[in-house]
């Protein structure tokens, strides 16, 4: 058990029979009255994020979720393939669990699989990856004082605003918390 005045962002728990991420919380001490936390929280089964507010001091169960490193192999149909680099076991996901997550994956990419007890429960992606730009509208000389941006198309279907200076073919590091461009790589 954890108390909910030791939230942290990133932290997983078990509330109500379902699994959650801690994606936000802030403490809270009114005036007048008790003391409560507001959360942010992601659900891992389904990806359904919700705000719950817990009195100061209350205990969750906390999840134990193992993060196994695998290797994305391929699509098959409606799921996609996953081996692990240490056992060569395979696991497949359906491709309605990680949709957001396959804007990012390239094959042969390593991610984590985010697995509780014998449940799969999906992709866990690095902070940055790198994709090649496979289309975009050629920058032209003298756009780029005013800081503007335009459209790219990434090599995984992924659309993101990039500087003018972008040519197709460059490669970008884009952040995948929020679908954004870094920098090139």
């Known amino acids: 058990m954890i108390s909910v005045n030791d939230f942290k962002t990133g932290l997983t728990i078990e509330v109500d029979g379902g699994l959650?991420?801690?994606?936000?919380?802030?403490?809270?001490?009114?005036?007048?009255?008790?003391?409560?936390?507001?959360s942010k929280l992601r659900n891992l089964r389904n990806g359904a994020i919700q705000e719950k507010t817990f009195r100061?001091?209350?205990?969750?169960?906390?999840?134990?979720?193992?993060?196994?490193?695998?290797?994305?192999?391929?699509?098959?149909?409606?799921?996609?393939?996953?081996?692990?680099?240490?056992?060569?076991?395979?696991?497949?996901?359906?491709?309605?669990?990680?949709?957001?997550?396959?804007?990012?994956?390239?094959?042969?990419?390593?991610?984590?699989?985010?697995?509780?007890?014998?449940?799969?429960?999906?992709?866990?992606?690095?902070?940055?990856?790198?994709?090649?730009?496979?289309?975009?509208?050629p920058g032209i000389k003298g756009d780029t004082a005013s800081g503007g941006t335009k459209p790219a198309t990434l090599e995984t279907g992924l659309i993101v605003q990039v500087p003018f200076f972008v040519n197709q073919g460059d490669k970008l590091i884009i952040n995948t918390t929020e679908a954004s461009y870094v920098s090139r790589a």
């Open 20 to 38: 959650w991420r801690v994606l936000d919380f802030q403490h809270v001490k009114p005036g007048k009255g008790a003391a409560f936390v507001r």
């Open 56 to 137: 100061a001091g209350e205990k969750v169960e906390k999840a134990q979720i193992d993060n196994r490193k695998m290797q994305y192999l391929y699509a098959s149909g409606d799921s996609h393939v996953f081996m692990d680099m240490d056992s060569y076991e395979q696991v497949e996901l359906p491709a309605a669990n990680i949709e957001y997550e396959l804007k990012f994956l390239k094959e042969n990419m390593e991610v984590h699989i985010m697995m509780f007890q014998y449940e799969t429960l999906g992709v866990e992606l690095p902070n940055t990856v790198e994709l090649e730009v496979t289309e975009t509208e």
